[in-house]
């Protein structure tokens, strides 16, 4: 009788780790739900956080577009001239240099660039057909910057 209340006994201890075992296994399945929760609500929150700025960016870019092309809009409207046109060169009515920014990859969307340059370009009276001259010029520069950085760096 007593080695049977000693199985007893036992057999309740058992249980009892069992349950507790098994307590502490929930415990850390709902840890780790819960950190798994939080992180994807820390993602979710980034990916919102850099939409909205670039959005921002964008309107920002749009804004400074538009202000150029009515600065330059008013500048040139009251003349009308023609370019002066020669065998070699074509000169547009205006340099686009110093109203253009410096394009920064990081920071610029290259489709608003161009749209920049386009809009840029038409007060000037810059031909369609002369636009990559503009433009190569802009680049050579660039690329030539480029092959003086160290290819790490760059």
Known sequence: MNKEIQIDEQKHQEEIQIEERRCKEEIEQRKLE????KRKEECEERKRKEENEEWKRKDEMEFELQKICLGAEGRFSNSIANQNVNST??????????????????????????????????????????????SVEKISKATHLLGVLPFDVA
């Open 89 to 134: 060169q074509i000169k547009p009515k205006l340099e686009l240099h110093p109203l253009m920014q410096k394009f920064n990859s990081d920071e610029n969307d290259i489709s608003l660039y161009l749209i920049m340059f386009e809009h840029l370009s038409k007060p000037a009276e810059i031909l369609e057909n002369t636009w990559v001259q503009n």
């Open 34 to 37: 819960c950190k798994e929760r």
